[in-house]
Structures are given as C-alpha cells and as structure tokens.
C-alpha cells in the first residue's frame, strides 16, 4: 500500500506562486508515474501534470509554461512548480502515482488564488 504525503498550497495572490510537494513512501513495484490533477469549484477532476521514471513529462494546455513538474526517483518525490497564478488555478490539488498498475491518489491540498 502506497502512502503519498502531499505538502504546500495554500493562499496566495493573482500572479503568485506556489510549489507542491508529493512524497511516495511503500512502493513495491517501483513508482512510474508521479503527477497531479486538480478540481475546481464545479469543475470535474482535470489531469495538470505528470512526469514519467524516465524523466518525460505532460502538461495540461492551460498550465502549460507556468507550472513545472520535477521529480527526484530515489526518494520518490515530486514537485510542482507553479507560477503566474490566476483565480482559475484555484482548486484541490491531488498528487497521484502508480507502483506497477496500481494507481493512489492523496488526500488533496486547497489551493486559493485571489486577486
């Protein structure tokens, strides 16, 4: 059973930044993917970015240029480097990984941009 430990997000002002930490620990078939998805307020859950064990990443089109997804494979961690923030970045932030097949998500983190 993998446990993912989310950290970061919070409030922040139009045009601010924000990084995002993931933390995998009980990996047992080595985690392949590390990424995050977001729900908005009345929105369904949109994939934001994700980055592959061998270093390849996907972005969505609408943070494409201002977030950056970083990971370090020996620790099973990953970043998500947000910047030039606006209000529809606003949302819960879920880390999600997948050990072999098996796909976990986090609990989520709030993410508030005001202007």
């Known amino acids: 059973q993998v446990h993912l430990e989310e950290s970061g997000g919070g409030l922040v002002r139009t045009g601010g930044s924000l990084r995002l930490s993931c933390a995998a620990t009980?990996?047992?078939?080595?985690?392949?993917?590390m990424g995050w998805y977001r729900q908005a307020p009345g929105k369904d859950r949109a994939m934001v970015a994700s980055i592959r064990d061998d270093g390849s990443t996907r972005y969505a089109a609408f943070v494409e240029g201002r977030f950056t997804i970083a990971r370090d494979s020996a620790k099973d961690t990953a970043d998500l480097q947000m910047s030039d923030l606006s209000a529809e970045d606003t949302g819960l932030y879920y880390c999600?990984?997948?050990?072999?097949?098996?796909?976990?998500w986090g609990e989520g983190s709030q993410e508030t941009v005001s202007a």
């Open positions: 999600t990984v997948k050990d072999g097949d098996m796909e976990y």
């Open positions: 009980g990996s047992r078939f080595g985690i392949n993917l």
